[in-house]
């Protein structure tokens, strides 16, 4: 049974900086496109980054040039590093894992950004 399980999250103030961890469990191998999704309350769940199984990498528009997505492969970890964090970017973060034409999601992670 694939279990992902994301930590990392917590609450800075404007202009600080997160990182975010996610491992999946109960894959078998480990080079499988891995990314994360956010969600704040009232809105819906939007694309954060992701990355493929060649390491290609694709950003949603509020995380171009603050944010960077990497992994492990051998630990089948992904991270996220959030820099420059901002009010807007108060969500839940969610990882997923694409594997065989199925999505797998992460219970979340909240991220929450105030002075």
């Known amino acids: 049974q694939v279990q992902l399980v994301e930590s990392g999250g917590g609450w800075v103030q404007p202009g600080g900086s997160l990182r975010l961890s996610c491992v999946a469990s109960?894959?078998?191998?480990?080079?499988?496109?891995m990314g994360w999704y956010r969600q704040a309350p009232g809105k819906q769940r939007e694309l954060v980054a992701t990355i493929s199984r060649g390491n290609k990498t694709n950003y949603g528009d509020s995380a171009k040039g603050r944010f960077a997505i990497s992994r492990e492969i051998t630990k089948t970890t992904v991270y996220l590093d959030m820099n420059s964090l901002q009010p807007a970017d108060t969500a839940v973060y969610y990882c997923?894992?694409?594997?065989?034409?199925?999505?797998?999601w992460g219970q979340g992670t909240q991220v929450t950004i105030s002075s």
């Open positions: 997923l894992l694409h594997m065989f034409n199925t999505d797998y």
């Open positions: 109960g894959v078998y191998f480990s080079n499988y496109e």
